[in-house]
């Protein structure tokens, strides 16, 4: 008889090595399963000076067991480098180094199995079968439950559908293509951090030295992500506590009014960015090597031999003025979209959702397959942010959200993960609820 699994994940990013990291010590039997040969952290976008959005200390375990040695303070102390990085005086780390971190904790975590790609799961009755391609051949694996967490899949414009190629790409794997921009005319559509950091390089002379870069923004302008102290309340438990209370369409206008607290281009980068557009057009006498066209939205696009896009001037309102722009190369900042991985397919129809197609999570951020009568849950992790709120798809909350999972599979309170609460009271026992009309 095959050894069922109590919990199987899916995927080892940081939101299931988070789940790993808490699980080490627990009796139940767990395996995490990892399509990379080696472990790497979105390098297609590992760009050179990149940084953190958030705090090192929202690392992995810390929020909820700070002495779990998968911490991010236990790997400087192991890595022999504390002291330098108390010195260096940083509030947020390089992407570089906190996904050296990550891969550290991957190698420490013997339930996770790099190299072994989930190609399917099915519905057993009272358990799942997952087939696995590993290191050492298929392997099927039966599991209770299971924990999703694999990534989300770049977002493209419909019009640029059509056109993809080795000229018009998504920025998500930019510094895996290494792109030749030397005297091409390169359009950046998208005004957030990627698009930021894209800009930056391209200007930097970091893929050669391009004849102009024109960079395109829906938004009103190159707007800060907001990382103010009470703006940061809303990436509390507290917070999330409170968004779960309310109704499925006041959650989506609050969502849709907190963007730029997740969203948003670190205000550093912005600084970076201006002192970089000054240097051109007033040291370097180079002005129109950029070209900066902010409440645009690419609406059509073609190719004839270059590329013509048309784009939206939201800035004239209901009047929308239209512009045409070419370029030799087209880079897409447009953003990451929740996706389920293709192995779901058998179960697709039997998860729950719904009218608009979104997941109908606990606050556990788990599920069960619609007509099960057992006990097996789907545990869903960075695909819940009309039910969690902004902070679902940010590390911010991803020790908590581990530790609600590890509870809620052990059925008892492994790490209290109750908050006392602060002066910030989003709702109170005595809040009525009156409808308005
Ligand atoms: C460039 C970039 C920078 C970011 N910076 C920050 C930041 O500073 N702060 C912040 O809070 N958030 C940040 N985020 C957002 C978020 O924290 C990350 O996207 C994070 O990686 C999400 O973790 P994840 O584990 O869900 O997904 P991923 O990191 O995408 O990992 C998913 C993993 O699942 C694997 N996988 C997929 N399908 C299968 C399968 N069928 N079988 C086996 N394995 C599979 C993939 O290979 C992948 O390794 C950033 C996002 C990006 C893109």
Redesign the pocket.
């Known amino acids: 008889m095959m050894h069922c699994l109590d919990l199987a994940g899916?995927?080892?990013?940081?939101?299931?090595l988070a789940v790993a990291a808490l699980m080490r010590e627990q009796s139940l039997s767990h395996r995490f399963?990892?399509?990379?040969t080696e472990f790497s952290?979105?390098p297609g976008?590992m760009l050179p000076g990149a940084m953190?959005?958030?705090s090192y200390l929202k690392d992995l375990v810390t929020p909820v067991d700070p002495t779990n040695p998968c911490s991010f303070l236990a790997y400087l102390v192991e890595k022999k480098r504390f002291y330098d990085f108390l010195h260096a005086e940083q509030r947020t780390v390089s992407?570089c180094e906190f996904a050296d971190y990550l891969s550290w904790a991957a190698h420490r975590l013997k339930s996770v199995q790099m190299g072994?790609?989930?190609?399917s799961v099915l519905d057993q009755g009272d358990h799942f079968r997952l087939d696995v391609q590993g290191p050492s051949g298929r392997e099927s694996v039966c599991a209770r439950n299971l924990c999703i967490?694999?990534?989300?899949k770049p977002h493209f414009p419909l019009c640029s559908k059509p056109l993809l190629s080795d000229k018009c790409f998504h920025a998500?794997e930019i510094a895996l293509r290494d792109p030749d921009v030397n005297d091409k005319r390169i359009a950046v559509i998208g005004g957030g951090q990627?698009g930021a950091e894209v800009v930056i390089n391209l200007l930097s002379g970091h893929w050669g030295r391009p004849a102009q870069v024109t960079w395109a923004s829906r938004r009103s302008n190159y707007l800060p992500l907001d990382e103010t102290p009470f703006t940061n309340d809303w990436f509390t438990p507290e917070y999330v506590d409170a968004f779960r209370q309310l109704s499925p369409h006041r959650r989506e206008e609050i969502v849709a009014e907190q963007k730029l607290a997740s969203d948003g281009v670190s205000p550093a980068t912005l600084t970076q960015l201006y002192q970089l557009f000054y240097r051109l057009a007033h040291l370097e006498g180079d002005s129109e090597r950029v070209v900066l066209m902010p409440n645009r939205e690419l609406v059509a696009m073609s190719c004839r031999g270059d590329y013509q896009l048309q784009l939206e001037n939201h800035l004239l309102g209901d009047t929308r003025g239209r512009e045409w722009i070419s370029a030799d190369m087209v880079i897409l900042c447009t953003g990451?979209s929740e996706a389920l991985?293709p192995?779901l397919a058998p179960l697709q129809e039997r998860i729950p959702r719904d009218d608009h197609g979104r997941l109908l999570l606990d606050n556990a951020f788990a599920t069960r397959l619609e007509g099960d009568s057992g006990e097996r849950r789907l545990y869903f992790?960075?695909t819940g942010r009309a039910s969690h709120g902004i902070a679902e798809?940010?590390?911010?909350l991803s020790a908590w959200r581990a530790a609600q999972v590890v509870n809620d599979l052990l059925e008892t309170e492994v790490y209290d993960i109750r908050q006392t609460g602060n002066f910030m009271k989003w709702i109170t026992p005595q809040t009525s609820r009156v409808a308005v009309a």
């Open positions: 899916i995927g080892a990013g940081p939101f299931n399963f990892e399509a990379k952290w979105h976008l953190m959005q958030t992407r072994s790609r989930v190609h967490a694999a990534g989300k998500l990627t990451l991985p192995c992790l960075g798809p940010q590390l911010s």
